[in-house]
């Protein structure tokens, strides 16, 4: 591996075929030694899974070689990718890590349910600086011209400067054409919630089943959120952390709870 | 349903059948209308996935009938449980939501990777007081009368009090006896991380395959951690957040990038 250029650790939760993940390679692959290391089928909804009770498959694969990117499939999940990739690959740390371009929103609540974001996490657990990114299109062939344009402006920061330790970049992309496009915009996580409404169904052996549908339910009144940059046309950049203490009703339980 | 009894939702991250479980009904089945609604399978190590790309089964069955109990196993994961329980059982908000017993700490960065807290923050998410509860035990057959005590103990403190909205609390306790056992005390999430080392192995068909194995890394340097207080004997009580967004590198980016 070249010692003078950055390595870039990309993956991702809609597998290591999926458009968002080319469009990914393609905005950065100049910036660095990039190595793919991503789950060979989607994750979507995975959260912070990972894999304890079976075993792992690591296989090294064809999918970049015409980007000149080497290329690793695993059968766990977007968490695992990062683990195995540091442990098995790379065998240290690599200078960032980017995962996605997702197809689908991770703004707000999302970020809970998001493998994509997951990974990011896992690396900035490690120390490795990250960022999720998500383009708000669920759709196979959506436009990732935007979304590339972001994912490289970020990466070229991140890598020039030097960046506090654990930093953790959530970041979403409205659907919008290069001349459309607002720019970027620090948020924070707007407070908000799915409403599931399980639709039930019977099987053709005459049981039931459920699928799970919802309603996005936004709850914030205050401006300044991921959502409210998206509906303007920005991209949001959304810092995350990694230690969920809740000081302020630590303060609370301390004040009313007689222990 | 009782309308003058509190409805306690009970799930968990184990398994239905698992001992930690019914530890957990035992302890509180006489505070209010208990349901069970848990996963038909061991989940752990899911995080925060959620069930979105295949149908979902959930049948009511007799696990708990002997406690006078009502339960129901469903195919999904824990954050599922919580969801399915609300929409298709409960048709309303339970009043408490309790996740557990965990056979196995779920303390500091564990919480990201823990099934039986995923549950605990969906039901937070959906504005219903929850507590994940997890024993630093791992084994089969642990001993969980001083965790019982302890979800009783707090079981009763949050139905008795007006809690603040989203109040989620990560409660784990250490392995002692009634007679060892220092009490609660309330925690911040300490800083660790786990060192992974994949252990490589071959399958009788000459494929490579990976264990995940690792080593837990502390590295806390102030006082007031969950770990702290675990290995003083006391079960940790950490109030967890729903937004994530980290305010303090927020400043940072916004003073240091201009976009």
Redesign the interface.
């Known amino acids: 591996m070249n010692k003078q250029k950055p390595v870039i650790l990309i993956t991702n939760d809609d597998g290591i075929t999926s458009p968002g993940i080319l469009a990914l390679v393609e905005a950065v692959k100049d910036l660095g030694q990039v190595i793919v290391v991503a789950p060979d089928s ?1 994750q ?10 079976d ?4 296989n090294k694969v064809h999918v970049f070689e015409g980007e000149g990117v080497e290329s690793w499939q695993c059968s766990g999940t977007p ?2 990718c990062v ?2 990739a ?3 690959i790379l065998h240290k740390r690599p200078d960032i890590c980017l995962s996605g371009i997702n197809h689908g929103a991770n703004h707000s ?1 999302n ?3 998001s493998g994509t974001m ?1 990974a990011a ?1 896992e690396a900035a ?2 120390g490795v600086p990250s960022i999720g990114l998500s383009l708000l299109d669920y759709k196979f062939d959506a436009d990732f011209t935007v979304a590339g344009m972001v994912a490289r402006d970020l990466t070229q ?1 991140m890598l020039a ?1 030097k960046m ?1 330790p654990h ?2 970049l959530n970041v979403n992309i409205p659907i919008v054409t290069k001349e459309t496009f607002k ?4 948020c ?2 707007a ?1 908000a ?1 799915w409403a ?3 639709e ?2 019977v ?1 053709p052996r005459g ?6 549908t919802g309603k996005f339910i936004f709850m914030d009144k205050e401006p300044g959120t991921d959502v409210d940059a998206l509906n303007e046309g920005f991209a949001s ?11 302020k ?2 303060e ?3 004040s ?2 007689d ?1």
């Open positions: 989607p979507s909804g995975m959260g912070h899974a990972i894999t304890i009770g075993p792992l498959r690591l968490a695992d683990k195995l540091r442990d098995k609540i970020i809970i349910y997951s996490m657990i490690e920061r400067q506090p930093i953790l720019g970027m915009k620090i924070r996580q407070n919630r599931e409404e399980f039930h169904r099987d049981k039931d089943y459920y699928w799970m950049i959304v810092p995350i952390k990694i230690d969920f203490t809740d000081l009703m630590k609370w339980l301390e009313e709870w222990l």
